[in-house]
């Protein structure tokens, strides 16, 4: 595996899509990676990953913590909407992702979420930020 950020993002991914709760507020297909900004709402966009490679473990493993940065997005009518969505993906995420094909959770931090105005009033959108923080491992 050379990017471990990018198992862990599916592995998030697997986990929300798997959800109940979820994807009753968001259809799977906006569950994705991309742009910040959605085309289609509301929706759960994953933002660029960031890796620290922490070193070598036993048994030819490597470790790394992992940061990944959700954004949450409906219409701002719809504020209750996007705080749903967020308190769903919480709990999905809550104990780590599930199924993590490729990698081993190591440590998990308790996702952490921020919710934000708009810039462009224009667009009458909530959007709320969450990140997550992992330490994983995976064989070479």
Same mark, same amino acid.
Request: aromatic fraction near 8%; hydrophobic fraction near 50%; charged fraction near 20%.
């Given at each position: ?22 994807? &009753? *507020? ?14 289609? *709402?509301?929706?759960?966009? %994953? ?5 620290? %490679? *922490? @070193?070598? &473990?036993?048994?030819?493993?490597? *470790?790394?913590?992992? %940061?990944? $940065? ?7 009518? @719809? ?7 967020? &308190? &769903? ?38 959007? @709320?930020?969450? $990140? ?9």
């Amino acid at each position: 595996m050379l990017d471990p950020a990018l198992a862990f993002q599916t592995a998030v991914r697997a986990s929300l899509v798997a959800s109940p709760s979820v994807v &009753a *507020l968001v259809l799977p297909d906006n569950i994705r990676a991309g742009g910040t900004r959605p085309d289609r *709402l509301p929706s759960v966009i %994953f933002a660029d990953a960031q890796t620290e %490679f *922490l @070193g070598c &473990a036993a048994g030819s493993q490597r *470790l790394a913590r992992v %940061f990944l $940065t959700l954004h949450v997005w409906a219409q701002e009518d @719809g504020a209750d909407v996007a705080r749903q969505i967020g &308190a &769903a993906v919480y709990q999905a995420l809550e104990f780590g992702p599930a199924g993590a094909a490729g990698i081993m959770v190591d440590e998990w931090q308790h996702p952490r979420l921020v919710w934000l105005r708009d810039p462009k009033p224009e667009l009458s959108l909530t959007h @709320g930020v969450m $990140t997550l923080e992992a330490v994983v491992r995976w064989r070479v």
